[in-house]
Each structure stands twice: as structure tokens, then as C-alpha cells.
């Protein structure tokens, strides 16, 4: 075997060998696994081709592996897959595919080993490994993925165009793969792929979005968004993102380019978590920028306003996207929008109400909003970066300070809405929602202890202006 595999795959590939050979099938082993394991990279998806039937090899490999092994398959498509321990294993037979213009569903008839290699994306992604008895291990690269992964370049095996138009899909792969394995993309594909873009409508979204969301994950993300910029496909996939991009000139006055400022923020977080929903925030941070610029006579260029309607775009680009509409979606609108909050404590004096706020107001998620505050340092002053971070260090201490006295992370007032209606004798309404906020402020501005009886006494207090009475 010319790959470094663990004895359980070793034991495996065997029995898959096994089995290929009682059914007299020539079986291979092809793809991301193969890629993976020459690449040192960590994989359990096995992709098994063999010249024959891929959902009888299944059931074989299957049984041979006891009784209970489950095959799951999809009679239309010629795959099974069989689960043992960690491993995944994918069977399909050799198939030669011919794509039509209108549609990504092919036409898919039997084929030779080679004609399946010749139908997928890339050359580093055509590598296979036989495991027929008479060269069972033997790496068959007919297209030379092996120099290209030591090369770390990124080819089709066919005419790029052809491959692309093919599954356009492989347009955002080849870009994701760029950007996960620092590979360059050959630039004859590169080129198909500027040429080819726009057929990347045909592809669901949710394919999309699970590509572009691996190319977030990547350890350089910029690599990957920079080249779906420059390739044409950022611009249909994600319109508001180009928006950004430029620098705009007036009286002498440009602004930063906010694209590119955007991508050093990604990569800047992406030093510091695998969070996707934090390199989302990353990314998403100035994305209200486009809407409310302004150039302001005397002053320069403005974007006032740009956290809070970022934070709405939110909301519509995670439904572009069919990204999930629940936590973490607000956890990202909630970072947008606050994401200009800690450096305005830095400018002025800290004082303990407008800490308090801001850990009321983030919750669980200030690490989180900390982390993208840093991250937005793009600075290229070596001074001014130093004097951000120090501010940041000493917004820290004084959350932490406030944190140890006051417990206000996720915090609630100690007087709630039910105490303020049986105080009185009210029902919900809008007077009993006034109380509470202004018992909450008054903590919060450190106007008041934040413990009950100083709040009961408040409550009291303010109840009087509403012309109310305790009942008991
Ligand atoms: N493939 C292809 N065209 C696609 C998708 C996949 O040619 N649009 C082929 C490639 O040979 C690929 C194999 O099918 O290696 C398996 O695909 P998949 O499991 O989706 O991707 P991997 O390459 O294994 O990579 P990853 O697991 O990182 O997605």
C-alpha cells in the first residue's frame, strides 16, 4: 500500500479486496481518502470504485464484516454505503458521465477505471489505489495528481471548461481546496473558472453555502474569499460583499478598502478560533458599511449607523445563505451589532455603568465579541495597534472587576414582572414593562445597589409617578 494507513483501515481495504475478488469485480480505492492520507491529513471517508456493481460489493464487504452491519443505498445513483466503527465507506461502479448544458444531472453509463478518472474534478482528486489481487496497493495516477500534490496545484484532469461546466459545483471546490490546502489553481483553470461563473446558478444553494462555509474554516479564509472575488463567482453568490469593495476619493479623502479590510479580519480571528459563527461575525462585521457611508465636509468619510443596520442584513444573508435562523444567527446580528461598543469604552473614560452595559448586553457572548474587536485591529501603525491592545487588556481587567462584584453576565433584575404586578395589583401591561426598565437602568447606571431590597425600594419609589399604591 503506497499510503500511511492505520491497521484498521489496513484490515479494511483487505476484506474490501476480499470481497471484489468472490465477485470477480476490479475495485479501487479513489479520491479525497487517498488525497488525505499522501497529504498527512486526518479522513475516514472511503470512496471505493469498482468496474462492476458498487451495491453488491457493499453487501458482501458487508457480511463479511458480521451480521449486523447496515447498508444503506440509493438504487437510482449505483451507491451504498456501509458505516463500520469510524469509518465511512462510499461504493459506486465506474461510470463515464456526460453532463448536458441545462442541467448538472448527468447522464451516467457504466465505465472503465479510467473513464471514472477522467469524470472527476481534479488531478489530486483522480489518485487510486487498487486493490485487485494482482497489484493490490499500487497507486494508478494517470494524470500525474501525485507531482501535483508535491507541486500543490490545483488541475482538472480534462479541459478545464469541460470539467467546470460539467458540475460547476467544482468551480467553488477548486477554490475551497485552494484556500484549505494553500494549493495555487493552475491558471488555465482559473481562467475556466472566470469564463464559467455564471453557471454556478444552477447549483442549489445549500451545496453552495456548505463550500464557501469550508473555505471559512480554512486556516487562511482570505485565500479562498480574495479568489472567489477575483474569479466573478463572489459577485452571484454574495452581492453585499462586493459592496465593500473600493476606496472611494473626495477632497483628497479616500476611506480604508473595506473588502480587504474584511478579509483581515477573518483571517485575524481565524488566528484564534475554529468558531465558523465567529468568522462569520468576521466577515459580516462591516457589511453595513456600503449603506451608510457618507462624506462629511471638514470631517472625512462617515458610516454612522453601520452596526446597527449590518445587524438587519444579518438576518437576510444567513436566509440566502439557508444558513440556521436560530442562536446562531442572533449570536452573529448580536456581534455586528456591537461590535464598535468596546473600542468606544477605550476612548473614554471607563466607568463601571458603561462596562456593566455592555456585559448585560453581550452576555455569554462578550468573549466572542472581544475576540472580533481585536480582530478588527488592521492597523498598519505598529504604535496605534499596540495602544488598541493595551485599551482592549485593560477593558478586559475591568469586565472582569465589574463581572466578580456584580455577576451581570446573563444577569436579570432582581425585581421581576410578576413582584411588580402583585405589588400593585396589576396586569401585564405597559406600566408593569416601564417599572422593570427603569429598575433594570437604575442598576445598570449604578444608580442603585443591584441587590432586591434596593430595588424594591425603587420600585416603590417610582411607583408613585404612575399614581400606584403597594397593595400589601
Ligand atoms: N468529485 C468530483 N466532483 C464533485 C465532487 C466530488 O469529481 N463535484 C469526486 C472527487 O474525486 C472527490 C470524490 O468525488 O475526491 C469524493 O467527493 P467528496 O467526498 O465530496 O469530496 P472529497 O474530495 O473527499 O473532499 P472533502 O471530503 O474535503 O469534501
Known sequence: MDI??????????????????????PAYLIGGFV???????????????????????????????????????????????????????????????SYRQESRNPEVTEGSLQDDQNRRDFTINALAISLRD????????????????DAKIIRTPLEPAQTFSDDPLRMMRAIRFASQLQFTIVPEAFQAIQENAERIRIIT?????????????????????????????LKIIFPQMIDLVGVEMYEGKGHKDNFYHTLQVVDN?????KDLWLRWAALLHDIGKPATKKFEPG????????????????????????????????????????????????KENITDSAIRRLLFDAGDDIDGLMLLCEADITSKNKVKVKRYLENFELVRARMKEVEETDRIRNWQPPITGEIIMETFALTPGRVVGDLKTAIREAILDGEIPNTYEAAYAYMLEKAKSYNLTPVK
Open 269 to 273: 480571528i481565524a488566528q484564534h478560533t
Open 4 to 25: 500511511p494507513c492505520s491497521l484498521q483501515e489496513r484490515k479494511i481495504l483487505e476484506k474490501i479486496a476480499l470481497a471484489a475478488q468472490e465477485l470477480k469485480v
Open 134 to 149: 494482482e497489484d493490490y496497493g499500487s497507486l494508478l495516477d494517470p494524470f500525474n495528481g501525485l507531482a501535483d500534490l
Open 35 to 97: 488525497r488525505d492520507k499522501l497529504l498527512g491529513r486526518r479522513t475516514k471517508d472511503m470512496d471505493i470504485v469498482c468496474v462492476g456493481d458498487g451495491i453488491a460489493l457493499a453487501h458482501k464487504l458487508a457480511a463479511s464484516l458480521g451480521d449486523h452491519v447496515p447498508v444503506s443505498f440509493f438504487k437510482t445513483y449505483g451507491t451504498a454505503q456501509v458505516k463500520w466503527n469510524d469509518l465511512e465507506m462510499e461504493f459506486v461502479g465506474a461510470r463515464k458521465e
Open 205 to 233: 444553494q445549500e451545496r453552495i453555502t456548505d463550500e464557501f462555509n469550508k473555505i471559512m474554516l480554512s486556516p487562511k479564509p482570505s485565500v479562498g474569499l480574495d479568489l472567489l472575488y477575483k474569479s466573478g463567482l
Open 299 to 346: 470631517h472625512g468619510w462617515t458610516f454612522h449607523g453601520h452596526d446597527a443596520v449590518g445587524g438587519k442584513m444579518v438576518t437576510r444573508i444567513f436566509s440566502r445563505f439557508k444558513l440556521p435562523m436560530g442562536d446562531k444567527m442572533k449570536l452573529v446580528k448580536k456581534l455586528v451589532e456591537l461590535h464598535l461598543r468596546p473600542i468606544s469604552l477605550t
